[in-house]
């Protein structure tokens, strides 16, 4: 603890009398911050501007998918409606579809309808079987008041207050506006209903029509799934289905019809602003589990919802590969700048590290207190970077992203990746100093005055050549990267494409060897220019060239 305390005093004095060259360290930290955090920002904004216009734009079939089945309706005297197989079959479909897409939807609708009936009572009603009007007992949540406005009448029970659906009397039914124009029919008559499948004369249900209504707005996405189930012809028949309540439907159909086929049809409408980037994954896995584990019978799912995320996570695979070059290209020069404004630092204070050798400092002690001067540098960063990387972001955002009207505000949040690779670049901008510090800390007072007397020898790597080394290496890598011919790999598993990351360090490479070059040619140009100008140019820029050419760092 004391020599941890010994090295704060040190760091911490050193930081306010060379606070010019701190300032500069301390901007290239928030910078490594920054930069690294704003690399997972950007990418997540990104991600969320896609995946917003992608939902924006697609068609109502594409974002929103239903589920079907079709099964015989029980009579009510003998089954229960706790029992039956409707209510069996809306608890499955809520359990393993309702309950786990919850949270991305904004509303969801059940459809019911029976199988089709003639129409008999009136003239216009009791034509030949191919043309003659027909329709089913229909019932579907959220229509009234909702989403219908009454023309006439009322809705079916509306009045009745929960009070039991009257069986001796007419089943009470409310048609569409365009059903009562090709049935010409109006509120308080009343028609006899019996199955299309046979003409002659079944058992038969008297209805009354109740009232009539409209749609508020038929281009709502609402019904994007139900429009035929609405007044229409199909090959000049009349279609026109009576809607009433859930127990109507079930109580009417079942005793008069038990065992007959109805339909039941399970809409669910994505909520397209409020899904993320994040979910797109747990959304595709449910998917999966609903279209292979449903357990109903007789039932088939319609989702366009799969194929339109994999699209979009295709386009997002495209658009990560620019993104990561930079990144890695950012990082590369993170590095190459901290080694070069670390470097000039300590070589600034090589007589202070010197007289700290000879006072009996150890290079580990040396290189504690740098550490120690690299946290205090980095705490600080680490609050201004990421702050620093959301307003880069959001700029960068506004300049190429644009958020429709419809879909909101694209939202900006630093993650915990984020933060993470910017404590990252805290930790590599506290790491470069650490080994600077301990490399240049191997001079004693001794060694420092011999080498002041000196020119100033060549880097270890010019020595020995192994520049040279490395930049063979990296023409054999970077061919290797030229010959694949892309950075994207198919996986042997999924068989989907993946970002090869490892062939994304051919930028980084290219920088190093391009740093490589200049480390070896910039001393030997320097050099030439300074001889060059040596009968003609002034003394001080001669002189200064030479200097440039013997220690490229210091100048």
Known sequence: MSLLRLAYVIALRRIISYWRLEMVLFMGTVLAVALMSSGVVFTDLMEEAALRRVLVQATPEQANFSVRTYNGLDDPSLVTKQASIYKKGTDVVDQYVGV??????????LLLQTISFFFKGHPQLELNDNVRPRGMLSYMSGLFPERVDLVEGRWPYSSANGAPIPLDQPLEVAIDTTGAELIHLGTGDELEIFPATISTSQTSTRVKIVGIFQRMDPDDEFWYGVRRSFG???????????????????????????????????????????????????????????????????????????????????????ARIPLYLMISL?????????????????KSRSTETSLLKSRGITTPQIGLVAFVEGLL???????????????????????????????????????????????????????????????????????FRQSGA??????????????????????????????????????????????????????????????????????????LAARTLEPLGPVWLVQGLRRVSRDPIMA
């Open 100 to 109: 786990p897409f919850q949270p991305y939807l904004q509303d969801q609708t």
């Open 232 to 318: 229409h012809t199909e090959d000049q028949v009349a279609i026109v289905p009576l809607f009433t309540t859930e127990d109507a439907v079930l109580e009417y159909a079942g005793r008069n019809y038990p065992g007959s086929y109805a339909e039941v049809q399970w809409f669910f409408f994505l909520n397209r602003s409020e899904i993320r980037a994040r979910d797109v994954e747990h959304i595709q896995d449910t998917i999966q589990q609903v279209k292979k584990n449903l357990p109903l019978e007789n039932t088939s799912t319609t989702i366009g919802l799969d194929d339109l995320l994999k699209g979009y996570q295709e386009q997002i695979l495209l």
């Open 330 to 346: 950012t990082t590369g020069i993170l590095i190459y700048y901290l080694a070069l404004v670390s470097g000039l630092v300590i």
């Open 377 to 447: 540098l980095a705490v600080p960063a680490l609050i201004l970077g990421p702050l620093l990387a959301l307003a880069i972001s959001t700029a960068l955002g506004r300049v190429f992203m644009e958020a429709s009207a419809d879909s909101g505000p694209i939202p900006v949040s630093m993650s915990f990746q984020a933060f993470l690779l910017g404590t990252g670049g805290a930790v590599l901008a506290v790491a470069v100093l650490t080994i600077s510090s301990l490399i240049a800390s191997r001079k004693g007072l001794v060694e």
């Open 454 to 527: 000196r020119p100033p020898q060549a880097p270890f790597i010019h020595r020995s050549y192994l520049d040279i080394l490395a930049l063979v290496l990296i023409g054999l890598i970077w061919w290797q990267i030229q010959s694949r011919g892309s950075f994207l790999v198919r996986s042997l598993g999924t068989g989907e494409l993946e970002v090869d990351i490892s062939l994304l360090m051919g930028p980084v490479l290219g920088l190093l060897a391009l740093g490589l070059l200049v480390m070896r040619f910039f001393p030997l140009v320097m050099a």
